[in-house]
Nanobody, 125 residues
Framework: QVQLVESGGGLAQAGGSLRLSCAVA????????MGWFRQAPGKEREFVAA?????????YYADFVKGRFTISRDNAKNTVYLQMNSLKPEDTAVYYC?????????????????WGQGTQVTVSS
């Protein structure tokens, strides 16, 4: 059984930072690309960032987080991270990590096989 467990969410002030973690169990972590998505109240879930398999050579970001967020992975710990800097109130959302069915980093939600339960991030102004 594949499990993804996010942590690290919470309350931050605008301009502050948070680091999200997502620990994966039940599947060979290094073999698959990973992604982060988010869903704000009343809005559809949207892509945030993705990283390719193994060394994570390929990384993609949504335009609204470029230069502020960084995705990374530690295959020894079966964990993917999302470092979020210069947070804005509009970054408030539930953040989900997801494991792709392929090695390729992708923005397409349908390419992800497994999802975490989500972690709340709230940014105050």
């Amino acid at each position: 059984q594949v499990q993804l467990v996010e942590s690290g969410g919470g309350l931050a002030q605008a301009g502050g930072s948070l680091r999200l973690s997502c620990a994966v169990a039940g599947r060979t972590f290094s073999t698959y690309a990973m992604g982060w998505f988010r869903q704000a109240p009343g809005k559809e879930r949207e892509f945030v960032a993705a990283i390719s398999w193994k060394s994570g050579t390929s990384r993609y970001y949504a335009d609204f987080v470029k230069g502020r967020f960084t995705i990374s992975r530690d295959n020894a710990k079966n964990t993917v991270y999302l470092q979020m800097n210069s947070l804005k109130p509009e970054d408030t959302a539930v953040y989900y990590c997801a494991m792709s069915g392929t090695q390729i980093a992708t923005m397409t939600e349908g390419n992800y096989d497994y999802w975490g339960q989500g972690t709340q991030v709230t940014v105050s102004s």
